[in-house]
C-alpha cells in the first residue's frame, strides 16, 4: 500500500491559487521506495539530517541503544535535540532492538539464543524477546514525547520463527530491506567505494525497494553518509518518490 495520489482536480485548484511564476506542474511519481536509517555510531547523524531536509525526503529510523562516536549512547538524553527535531520534520521511527544483539537461533518453549555486542550468549523468553523491542519505545517517548512505529529491525536483519512469533505477538512488524536497497555502508571502502556503491544502487533500486543504511559505521574508512546526497537525486530523477514505512503501511520478514 503506498500513499494515494491527490486528484488531478486537487492539482488544479492548488495551482490555480498560485502566483503564475510558481505554476509548474511538479513531475508524477513513477513509483516510491522506503529509505530506512539505522542508528549506528551516529557520526554522520547531522549530515543526513541535512540531506534529507535538503530534498525533502522523509525516512524510517530504527533505533537502538549503541555506542556512538561520542562515546555515549544513541538513546541517551544527550541526543533528544536531535531525535525532537526528526519528529518534527515528520519522519517515522521504529525499534532496532535495546542492546543490538543478534538473534542466534531459536530454543524450546518458543525462547531465542541471544548474543550481545560484548560477546554475551543469553536466552530470550517471548516476554524477554518483546521486552527488548520495546524498551526503545518507550525511551524514545521519554525523549521526544512520541512513541515508536509498530516496526523493527533486527540487528543485521537477522531473525529466527520465535522472534518473529514474538514480535508480532507484542505489535511489532518486522522490517527488511530489498536486495538492491542493501547500500553498502558498512562493506569495506577498499573493495566496495562509494562511486561504486552508488552507481550500483542507481542502477539497480526499483518501485517499492526499501533501502538500508546507517547514521554511522566504525569500520569503514570512507563514509558512505555523503553518497546519498547524490543517491536521492539520481532516484528522484528516475522518477521515483520517498515515502516513510509507516505511511506506507510495509512491514515483512
Known amino acids: 500500500m503506498r500513499?494515494?495520489?491527490r486528484p488531478m482536480w486537487a492539482v488544479g485548484l492548488a495551482l490555480a491559487t498560485l502566483p503564475a511564476a510558481a505554476q509548474t506542474t511538479p513531475p508524477a511519481c513513477k513509483g516510491y521506495v522506503h529509505l530506512t536509517l539505522d542508528t549506528g555510531n551516529m557520526r554522520h547523524a547531522e549530515l543526513?539530517?541535512?540531506?534529507?531536509?535538503?530534498?525533502?525526503?522523509?525516512?524510517?529510523?530504527?533505533?537502538?541503544?549503541?555506542?556512538?562516536?561520542?562515546?555515549?549512547h544513541a538513546l541517551d538524553p544527550a541526543?533528544?535535540?536531535?531525535?525532537?527535531?526528526?519528529?518534527?520534520?515528520?519522519?517515522?521511527?521504529?525499534?532496532?532492538?535495546w542492546r543490538h544483539g543478534s538473534f542466534r537461533r531459536d530454543l524450546p518453549d518458543g525462547q531465542v539464543a541471544y548474543r550481545l555486542m560484548d560477546g554475551?550468549?543469553?536466552?530470550?523468553?517471548?516476554?524477554?524477546?518483546?521486552?527488548e523491542?520495546?524498551?526503545?519505545?518507550?525511551?524514545?517517548?521519554?525523549?521526544?514525547?512520541?512513541a515508536l512505529d509498530p516496526l523493527w529491525r533486527a540487528p543485521g536483519g537477522r531473525s529466527t520463527p520465535n522472534t518473529l512469533k514474538a514480535s508480532e505477538a507484542c505489535r511489532y512488524r518486522h522490517v527488511h530491506w530489498a536486495p538492491a536497497g542493501f547500500l553498502g555502508d558498512e562493506l569495506p571502502?577498499?573493495?566496495?567505494?562509494?562511486?561504486?556503491?552508488?552507481?550500483?544502487?542507481?542502477?539497480?533500486?526499483?518501485?517499492?525497494?526499501?533501502?538500508?543504511?546507517?547514521?554511522g559505521i566504525w569500520s569503514r574508512k570512507a563514509p558512505f553518509a555523503p553518497m546519498l546526497?547524490?543517491?536521492?537525486?539520481?532516484?528522484?530523477?528516475?522518477?521515483?518518490?520517498?515515502?516513510t514505512l509507516a505511511a506506507a503501511g510495509r512491514g515483512s520478514h
Not at 79 to 95: L, M, N, T
Not at 120 to 131: D, G, H, K, N
Not at 133 to 146: M, S
Not at 196 to 215: C, E, N, P, T
Request: charged fraction near 25%.
Open 48 to 72: 543526513i539530517a541535512e540531506i534529507l531536509a535538503r530534498h525533502q525526503v522523509k525516512a524510517t529510523f530504527f533505533v537502538a541503544q549503541e555506542k556512538t562516536w561520542r562515546g555515549d
Open 189 to 215: 571502502s577498499g573493495a566496495y567505494p562509494n562511486e561504486a556503491l552508488l552507481r550500483r544502487a542507481l542502477a539497480d533500486i526499483r518501485d517499492g525497494d526499501i533501502l538500508m543504511a546507517h547514521l
Open 3 to 5: 500513499p494515494a495520489a
Open 79 to 97: 541526543w533528544a535535540g536531535y531525535w525532537k527535531a526528526r519528529v518534527a520534520e515528520g519522519h517515522a521511527f521504529g525499534s532496532h532492538t
Open 120 to 131: 554475551r550468549q543469553l536466552t530470550l523468553s517471548p516476554a524477554e524477546v518483546c521486552a
Open 229 to 243: 546526497d547524490p543517491l536521492i537525486a539520481g532516484l528522484k530523477a528516475r522518477g521515483l518518490c520517498f515515502a
Open 133 to 146: 523491542l520495546r524498551q526503545p519505545d518507550t525511551r524514545f517517548a521519554e525523549l521526544t514525547g512520541r
